[in-house]
């Protein structure tokens, strides 16, 4: 008998497939895959998840009216412009849906983040990557691959995996560059993590133009990613595009009250921050001192790189990956890169004092072994 079958090109997506949260027979679990905030949610968001957890059979207020209207006023934005999502990748989706589909294409950076092909695909959609420098994102690379199919160019800035980022002259270069009716998306999830005086997290663009579109996420700097929450600030028109594509009550009343809460704690965000900074200078200096690559990062993770040879090219790769087995074994978790074509790097997110000390005793233990 026949069965459904999909339609063509679905069954080509390799699955996202997220950083590891569990290490058997480990009594004490170091999370680190993730790039999940150190210290967890704010507590004045779980209070108030708590609070709007008691009157989950209402429907939430499908316009995220009251959320919509903090972050305008926090980034001085107009909030008819804001979309809130179930996560930015919700809404990385529906730009796909709502902007390409087959004979398509979806431009994005070689490292870019796997959601970009995966979103492309499902519509049936070409993803095209750009070649990268060093690790970070090469505005003519990517102006070079523009063709009469460009449909959206995805980039994140900074990126994941790779902790790079562009300046605002080169952001605003790239938009230069685009024929107008090609879609720019400037995935900003790691926006709140920078303190570079060049950077802008893509405002200004949205702003001055009808096809520039920035994303944000409070799984970030925020911790709530067990809550999926995002954001995107739009032209108009495609603030209306999205408002008509997404679900009416895409995002639940306890995430939408978790979030505001969040948006108003400066303290805790103010300390995460700090935090950030300090352990990040200093987990990259311990990992350079033990003779691997930190690649720079302004976010909450560092990019390790692994030395390879010119007679064992796959050195760097095997050696990464013996490095990820060995801290799980020791109840540390890492994420691998392979996925990313990065095959010789470990990503390792900036995680509490104790826990990046007892990575970098680990990774040290590993490095002394006779190999």
Known sequence: MAAPAPRPGILDI??????????????????????EGAHGPSPHAVAAYTRD????????DGGATRLRTALGRKWGLDAQRIVVGCGSDELIGLLCRAYAGPGDEVLHSAHGFLMYPIAAHTVGATPMAAPEHDLTTDVDAILAQVTDRTRIVFLANPNNPTGSYLPAAEMARL???????????IDAAYAEYVDRPDYEP?????????????????????ALGGLRLGWAYCPAAIADVLNRVRGPFNVGA?????????????DFVAMSQRHNDTWRAWFSAQVTALGLRAYPSVTNFVLIGFPGSGDAPDRGARAAEAARQFLKRHGI????????????????TIGREDEMRAVVEVLGRFLAEPS
């Not at 590891?20 to 009594?27: I, K, L």
């Not at 938009?175 to 998306?185: F, I, K, N, T």
């Open 53 to 60: 957890a008691e009157a989950i059979h209402r429907y939430p």
């Open 202 to 222: 893509g405002i200004a663009l949205v702003e001055a133009h009808d096809n520039v579109v920035m994303t944000r996420t409070f799984s970030k700097i925020y």
């Open 333 to 348: 978790l890492v994420r691998q890169m392979g996925a990313y074509g990065l095959a010789d790097c470990l990503r390792v």
């Open 254 to 266: 306890p995430a939408l009250a978790a979030g505001l809460a969040a948006l108003e704690d400066h």
């Open 14 to 35: 390799a699955p996202y497939i997220g950083g590891e949260s569990s290490a058997p027979g480990v009594n004490r679990l170091i999370r680190l895959a993730s790039n």
């Open 175 to 185: 938009h230069a560059g685009l024929p107008g009716d090609v879609l720019l998306v």
